[in-house]
């Protein structure tokens, strides 16, 4: 859901007054069961991650197997049909691949005409992205836009814009130091932000290593643990007492924390890791076995803005990067010319340009 508010917050800029709406499709369409079948499906990519890189790697392609995934029952079409004629939108904007594929079919069986834009928020041409009656694409770098060209998406649907993060990510601190004292932080620390606890990221091998003091000691860890109100007690009573060690839950303002840092160590998911790459801070990768993580990943190492992390190496691979503040600083130039600045300013006045003069807009 971060990408559509990210569209929200810019198109209040671009445009204040736009009647905007953002719908989580799996709520809408199962009321009680969308919380359970989310629940199953993050216990799956935790405890058999290997079989979910397995099926996304098998999918990757158009194939008969895709089709028969892409289809959606009758019953969940007339619910999303119920939600367009409820709200009357102008255009209809997808953040999440089983909502573009429901616009798709129901278009294709004349059941609306609306506009259908796709915002693909990882570094992926994967299969459940695309779909026939798609009107536009709206891609996160020019290597997505030359993998959709080649799986036949026609140029005129796609328009690199850079995945969507809130407007706030544009505007860099002017002073740091003023910034981490602000916040608490040691502002002569080498402060390291550490996120992805809430997808069991945050193993005990890590713990373990910060337990037997393996780090320098001048290194400040943030770590944010999100919702993940079991992964955060577990973290305070296992380093208790850790000065070095800030344990976060959920932050309002998580911009200004991840500016302040010198390094983030996470997942590479899509959203985070623009968030990232737009405040031009290095990353460090978990590993992973989730195909579109792995496409982010080799993406952002192909530009030279992040590199693996392995964590029984973490603390040698750590004390190289802070031994070596040109490689530091490379990144960050790197990162400054891949990204895509205001990509959700620009992904909006996309989407105005499909149905000028449109007002309203839903978001699934």
């Known amino acids: 859901m971060q990408a559509a508010k990210a569209i929200v917050e810019a198109s209040e800029i671009c445009k204040p007054g736009m009647s905007v709406k953002v719908i989580d499709l799996m709520e809408w369409i199962h009321p009680r069961m969308h919380v359970i079948e989310r629940y199953c499906f993050l216990q799956g990519v935790k405890h058999l991650p290997s079989l979910y890189g397995f099926l996304y790697q098998k999918t990757r392609e158009a194939t008969p197997l895709t089709a028969l995934l892409k289809k959606f029952r009758q019953s969940s079409l007339h619910r999303l049909l119920e939600l367009i004629q409820q709200e009357r939108p102008t255009v209809l904007v997808s953040t999440f691949p089983p909502a573009s594929a429901a616009l798709s079919v129901l ?4 059941m609306t005409s609306l506009t259908a834009v796709t915002i693909i928020t990882d570094h992926s041409d994967h299969s459940y992205w695309i779909h026939p009656h798609t009107d536009l694409y709206l891609v996160g770098s020019q ?28 505007n860099k601190p002017s002073c740091k130091k003023q910034l981490r004292e602000k916040l608490g932080l040691d502002p002569s620390a080498f402060v390291v932000m550490v996120m992805g606890g809430g997808f069991g990221m945050i193993k005990g091998t890590f713990i373990e290593q910060l337990k037997s003091n393996q780090f320098p000691p001048h290194v400040q860890f943030v770590f944010v643990c999100g919702r993940n109100v079991k992964l955060l007690h577990r973290m305070s009573e296992a380093l208790e007492g850790r000065r070095n060690v800030l344990l976060k ?4 303002g998580i911009q200004d924390w991840m500016a302040c ?10 959203l985070t890791t623009s968030e990232a790459q737009a405040l031009q801070l290095p990353m460090m990768l978990f590993e992973s076995t989730l195909g579109q993580e792995l496409d982010n990943a080799n993406y952002l190492t192909s530009k030279g803005v992040a590199v693996w992390c392995e964590e029984d190496r973490l603390p040698e691979q750590l004390q190289r990067l802070m031994d070596n503040p040109a490689m530091l600083q490379a990144m960050r130039e790197k990162a400054g010319r891949s990204r895509q600045q205001h990509a959700a300013i620009h992904a909006v006045r996309q989407i105005m340009s499909q149905s000028a003069p449109a007002v309203k807009y839903g978001y699934v």
Not at 107 to 110: I, M, S, T
Not at 153 to 168: A, C, D, E, M
Not at 249 to 252: Q, V
């Open 261 to 270: 840092a010198d390094v983030l160590i996470t997942k590479p998911g899509g």
């Open 249 to 252: 839950g959920y932050i309002d």
């Open 107 to 110: 278009k294709e069986k004349k």
């Open 143 to 170: 290597e997505v836009g030359e993998a959709l060209l080649k799986k036949n998406v026609p140029l005129h649907k796609i328009v690199v814009t850079g995945i969507p993060v809130r407007p706030s990510y544009n």
